[in-house]
Structure formats: structure tokens, C-alpha cells
């Protein structure tokens, strides 16, 4: 069982900062990847940074630079550092796990949050 509890979502100024954290709750399972997903206003879900653990993050090419993802191993939290926001990046950004099941060690599958939503005024 994988529970994702999301915060630091809320309306900024064009050009403004956020910081997203992610807690990753719950027994009996091991994390193989972490990160974050956007879905925006037109409905369509995007990666936006993704850590399998061990590897470096992957981030997409329209934040490069701006946004920076860390994960806590101890806290079990990831984080995402935005900053310099634009309208582009408004949507709900949703952390997403990979993990694998500990008691079987067969269970393979992908968590969802519920999303936070990001705003960004103009």
C-alpha cells in the first residue's frame, strides 16, 4: 500500500516561486522510481521530473533550468523546487511512484497522488 500525500500547490505570480513536496506514506513496499506529472487546463498529462532511485532526474525540456527535484530517502519525500513560473506551467501537478511490492515481490505498479494545482497569473 502506497499512499501519496502532495502540498505547496497554489496561485503565484508570473515569474514567482513554489515548492512542491510529496510524502510517500505507507508499509511493505520499495520505491524503484519517484516524480512529478502535469496535467493541464487541455487535459493532457505530462512528465515533468522523474528520479528512478539510484539515477539521476530526468526533466522536461520546458523546465530545465527552472525547476529542481530532490528526494529525501529518510523522509521519504520528494520535492519540487519551481521557480521563474510561467503561465505554460499551470496545471495539477501530480507525484507518481513506482514501486514494487515487498510481502509478494510480484506487484509491480505506478501510484498516483491526488494532485496539487498550480497557478500562475499573468
Known amino acids: 500500500q502506497v499512499q501519496l500525500v502532495e502540498s505547496g500547490g497554489g496561485l503565484v505570480q508570473n515569474g514567482g516561486s513554489l515548492r512542491l513536496s510529496c510524502e510517500a506514506r505507507?508499509?511493505?513496499?520499495?520505491?524503484?522510481?519517484i516524480g512529478w506529472f502535469r496535467r493541464t487546463p487541455g487535459g493532457r498529462t505530462d512528465m515533468v521530473a522523474l528520479?528512478?532511485?539510484?539515477?539521476?532526474?530526468r526533466y522536461a525540456d520546458s523546465v530545465k533550468g527552472r525547476f529542481g527535484f530532490s528526494w529525501d530517502s529518510a523522509k521519504r519525500t520528494a520535492d519540487l523546487e519551481m521557480g521563474n513560473l510561467k503561465v505554460d506551467d499551470i496545471g495539477v501537478y501530480i507525484c507518481?511512484?513506482?514501486?514494487?511490492?515487498?510481502?509478494?515481490?510480484?506487484?509491480?505498479?505506478?501510484?498516483w497522488g491526488q494532485g496539487t494545482q498550480v497557478t500562475v497569473s499573468s
Open positions: 507518481a511512484v513506482d514501486a514494487l511490492s515487498t510481502t509478494t515481490m510480484k506487484d509491480f505498479l505506478r501510484y
Open positions: 505507507g508499509t511493505g513496499f520499495s520505491i524503484k522510481a
Open positions: 528520479m528512478p532511485i539510484g539515477s539521476e532526474t
